[in-house]
T-cell receptor, first 111, second 114 residues
Framework: KAGVTQTPRYLIKTRGQQVTLSCSPISGHRSVSWYQQTPGQGLQFLFEYFSETQRNKGNFPGRFSGRQFSNSRSEMNVSTLELGDSALYLC??????????FGQGTRLTVV | QQQVKQSPQSLIVQKGGISIINCAYENTAFDYFPWYQQFPGKGPALLIAIRPDVSEKKEGRFTISFNKSAKQFSLHIMDSQPGDSATYFCAASKGGGGADGLTFGKGTHLIIQP
């Protein structure tokens, strides 16, 4: 059974650009959550999608957005990138309130 | 406002010893308390989780102790092994499970010396 797949694994972008990250959940998992991990702030919740609807949102500016498709795959977008957006972005999937499985993350570097 | 406080930040334990990591939370609405293990270059992996209706849960060498009145919970790793060397995160959420809306502690970097 394939795990949570995130693409790309590494990304370098310039300030002011936008970026789209992709997450394919484990087959059958309809809940997808996104987290930002930085050395200073640790792991912080961005948002959660279930059946193509955003059900929960963390405390991030509107530059951070996401969506989920009918096959449960999810994308997150960050517009007008800032240096502080450099982080490891993690996606996690689960079936309802069961164990959550994280992907390996996308390492975003903003220069 | 840090809703989940984790200590210590780093910990060195001898092989075979007991590793203990502590967390304290503020929000009494939290009803799900998982512990995650993360190795370099990998995403966090769920180790063990507890809900507030029990005071202790054990899975193999890993035990969670939960004190609802003190709003504290801890992870005990018995017979610690070098392969346990990783970063450990406690977390809490109101969702009853899953990965939705988890509030994480800052992490503990655990080193098990052979």
């Amino acid at each position: 059974k394939a795990g949570v797949t995130q693409t790309p694994r590494y990304l370098i972008k310039t300030r002011g650009q936008q970026v789209t990250l992709s997450c394919s959940p484990i087959s059958g998992h309809r809940s997808v959550s996104w987290y930002q991990q930085t050395p200073g702030q640790g792991l912080q919740f961005l948002f959660e999608y279930f059946s193509e609807t955003q059900r929960n949102k963390g405390n991030f500016p509107g530059r951070f957005s996401g969506r989920q498709f009918s096959n449960s795959r999810s994308e997150m977008n960050v517009s007008t990138l800032e240096l502080g957006d450099s982080a490891l972005y993690l996606c996690a999937s689960s079936i309802g309130r069961s164990e959550a499985f994280f992907g390996q993350g996308t390492r975003l570097t903003v220069v | 406002q840090q809703q989940v406080k984790q200590s210590p930040q780093s910990l060195i334990v001898q092989k075979g010893g007991i590793s203990i990591i502590n967390c304290a939370y503020e929000n009494t609405a939290f009803d799900y308390f998982p512990w995650y293990q993360q190795f370099p270059g990998k995403g966090p992996a769920l180790l063990i989780a507890i809900r507030p209706d029990v005071s202790e849960k054990k899975e193999g060498r890993f035990t969670i102790s939960f004190n609802k009145s003190a709003k504290q919970f801890s992870l005990h790793i018995m017979d610690s092994q070098p392969g346990d060397s990783a970063t450990y995160f406690c977390a809490a959420s109101k969702g009853g499970g899953g990965a939705d809306g988890l509030t994480f502690g800052k992490g503990t970097h655990l080193i098990i010396q052979p």
